[in-house]
């Protein structure tokens, strides 16, 4: 149940990439990055360890878009959560 939850926070995700927030072209590559990043974790989590870099790379974009894209930043913590729920 985890993992569709954290799927439909990816989803929300690629939404909001869509419709609501300014970025620049490295931004938006980065939270690209990231997304690709959490579903191959999820594709291999129950054959892998965790990977600690992912669970940096969202804490890192939670705090380099709270301010500018809030909205953004809860749709990230909302993702950390689920990984957090699922042992990753």
């Known amino acids: 149940?985890?993992?569709?939850?954290?799927?439909?926070q990816l989803e929300a995700l690629r939404k909001q990439l869509e419709e609501?927030?300014?970025?620049?072209?490295?931004?938006?590559?980065s939270l690209y990055l990231l997304?690709?990043?959490i579903e191959l974790q999820l594709a291999r989590q129950a054959a892998a360890a965790p990977?600690?870099?992912?669970?940096d790379g969202v804490n890192l974009a939670v705090?380099?878009?709270?301010?500018?894209?809030?909205t953004l930043a809860?749709?990230?913590?909302?993702?950390?959560?689920?990984?957090?729920?699922?042992g990753i």
């Open 20 to 29: 609501d927030p300014p970025l620049n072209e490295e931004e938006r590559a």
């Open 1 to 8: 149940m985890p993992a569709n939850r954290l799927q439909q």
């Open 35 to 37: 997304t690709q990043e």
């Open 74 to 86: 809860g749709t990230l913590r909302n993702i950390l959560q689920s990984l957090a729920n699922m």
């Open 51 to 55: 990977d600690a870099t992912l669970i």
């Open 63 to 70: 705090e380099r878009f709270e301010v500018s894209h809030p």
